[in-house]
């Protein structure tokens, strides 16, 4: 027997026997539908979609002349998208592994994801490029940027 009070106040409970338990699998969906008429939202993605977005990330892998660099973005994508199950856990052991820069490798990672929009970052939080750019441009501003101190120092050498 279904009882409408639940043990958190978030998830349904039934008695089972002489003790309420969580009930699991909850239909939510046939619910929404029986109260309000609300048919259940399609999972499924249409297949011309799901061809378009493979096609986009195919078409960014090979927009390089050197395969390592392909199979680096390759890597470097699964690492974003997929940490837990990725070959590599580092941009930078790819890069090793590819023959490549982790610079260049990251700098075609953030263009990709800014191309389709994804938020995703690995260990950073999405706005700390923005951040990280607008302190620059101060420091170039104010001529204390690590660039401008090598110069200054390098003349004071000669």
């Not at 960014?60 to 390759?74: L, S």
């Not at 974003?80 to 856990?89: G, I, M, Q, R």
């Not at 610079?103 to 938020?119: I, Q, R």
Request: hydrophobic fraction near 40%.
């Amino acid at each position: 027997m279904y009882d409408h009070q639940s043990s958190n106040g978030l998830h349904p409970s039934a008695w089972n026997g002489d003790r309420l338990e969580p009930v699991t699998g909850f239909d939510y969906d046939l619910v929404d539908f029986n109260l309000a008429g609300v048919e259940p939202v399609e999972e499924t993605i249409p297949w011309q979609d799901m061809t378009a977005a493979f096609s986009c990330v195919i078409d960014w892998c090979c927009q390089t002349k050197d395969i390592r660099m392909t199979a680096g973005r390759v890597h470097s994508l699964a690492l974003l998208l997929w940490p837990e199950s990725a070959k590599f856990s580092s941009l930078t052991a790819i890069a090793e592994a590819c023959s490549c820069t982790k610079a260049a490798l990251s700098k075609s990672l953030l263009e990709f994801k800014d191309a389709v929009g994804l938020p995703l970052s690995i260990g950073k939080n999405h706005h700390t490029r923005q951040v990280f750019a607008e302190s620059q441009r101060k420091l170039v501003k104010s001529n204390r940027h690590s660039s401008q101190t090598r110069k200054i120092k390098a003349a004071e050498v000669v």
